[in-house]
């Protein structure tokens, strides 16, 4: 698959989702897009024709706000249909406004930060003890790391050797209201998760190549968690959105989304 043309098309069509919803968290939706499109364009083994696939990996999208995101590369994937999309958080749509278990390919229900990781953790160990080869990924926001679930869940996952666990940190140093580190500063990340007893790599969220080389390769060492540290940018893609913590909550206009498009570029 074209993973760089996925990701354009994951773009726009979150950015149509939010725009016709009038919703919000567009901003982290771009900021991840590259990286759902090469976990589900070259890294992840997944069914769509068969959710449910007992041997398919798990991916938990632990930032569930930014579902959009992942809604738009499942419909793409052909899970569910591409009309279903213009339902997006509307009433009585299973398109819920934080990612919800009720659509196919997706594994868990998040919207209160940092319950993600543990239960991909509980997924993974689930894993060890059958002697299943499938994989657990888990993809968080850099801000959720304030939560000390995580820290619970990084330190019980090392301790019980999950090399069959992938953590990806979306990496883009802006949460709700301002940046991490005016909020509550989190470097140095790399020795934290290191003293933790994971395998960590740092990379360009945005770099298809270094995303899909590194994903392709976990364990990066045996009997330790791998965790990635994507650095991203909020918004990216669009000129006016990047790097602007109001788009954690703005809606785009007509003309923004306009706009907006017309930078992706085509799709197709």
Wanted: net charge neutral; hydrophobic share 45%; charged share 20%.
């Amino acid at each position: 698959m074209n993973t760089l043309n996925f990701a354009r098309q994951i773009r726009a069509t979150a950015l149509q989702m939010v725009t016709r919803a009038k919703a919000s968290h567009i901003g982290g939706a771009l900021s991840i897009a590259d990286i759902v499109a090469v976990l589900y364009g070259e890294v992840l083994q997944v069914q769509p024709e068969d959710p449910r696939w007992p041997s398919r990996d798990r991916f938990i999208l632990s930032k569930g706000h930014c579902c959009t995101s992942v809604y738009a590369a499942l419909a793409l994937r052909n899970f569910l249909p591409l009309e279903e999309l213009e339902h997006y958080a509307q009433d009585g749509s299973r398109l819920m406004s934080h990612i919800s278990h009720k659509v196919p390919g997706v594994e868990f229900s998040t919207g209160s930060l940092g319950h993600g990781l543990p239960f991909g953790v509980g997924k993974a160990l689930a894993a060890k003890r059958r002697a299943a080869a499938w994989r657990t990924f888990v993809l968080l926001s850099d801000g959720e790391l304030d939560e000390g679930s995580n820290w619970e869940a990084i330190m019980f996952a090392a301790h019980h050797r999950l090399d069959n666990l992938v953590a990806i940190i979306d990496y883009n140093k802006l949460q709700s209201l301002g940046t991490n580190e005016s909020t509550l500063r989190l470097e140095p990340l790399v020795d934290k998760f290191t003293a933790f007893g994971w395998a960590v790599r740092e990379i360009d969220g945005h770099d298809h190549a270094a995303l899909a080389a590194a994903l392709n390769t976990v364990p990066w060492e045996a009997g330790k968690p791998s965790m990635l540290i994507a650095h991203t940018t909020k918004g990216k893609g669009v000129s006016f959105m990047e790097n602007k913590v109001e788009w954690h909550y703005k809606s785009p206009n007509a003309s923004q989304l306009a706009e907006a498009l017309n930078e992706i570029g085509p799709t197709s």
